[in-house]
């Protein structure tokens, strides 16, 4: 079982940058992948970006925020981070993060553990 808290959450105006934060505890063997997604009213869940669990370069950004978008981890802190620069207004969303051993890292279905969310607003 693994454990994820996200936090880091919030209010920006367009523009912003906001950086969220997931802490994970438990067992690490159980998950090789973290991930962040996002879900916006109304709309399926989304991968945003996912990192390897054991390598700092192996990232994978969708294309939707990719060179706004950065994840990155300090292993010893068991947190994984989501630093969003240049937010727009389409990027205001319940944002998740997600552990677990995927075959495609950005589907949702492949990841078996998941935080409970930090809303992120970004007003024009």
């Known amino acids: 079982q693994v454990q994820l808290v996200e936090s880091g959450g919030g209010s920006v105006q367009a523009g912003g940058s906001l950086r969220l934060s997931c802490e994970a505890s438990g067992n690490s063997y159980s998950s090789n992948w973290m991930a962040w997604f996002r879900q916006a009213p109304g709309k399926e869940r989304e991968g945003v970006a996912a990192?390897?669990?054991?390598?700092?370069?192996?990232?994978y950004v969708a294309d939707s925020v990719k060179g706004r978008f950065t994840i990155s981890q300090d292993n010893a802190k068991n947190t994984v981070y989501l630093q969003m620069n240049s937010l727009k207004p389409e990027d205001t969303a319940m944002y998740y993060c997600?552990?677990?051993?995927?075959?495609?890292?950005?589907?949702?279905?492949?990841?078996?553990?998941w935080g409970q969310g930090t809303q992120v607003t970004v007003s024009s």
């Open positions: 990192i390897a669990a054991t390598s700092r370069t192996s990232t």
């Open positions: 997600a552990a677990g051993r995927p075959r495609w890292v950005l589907r949702t279905a492949e990841y078996s553990y």
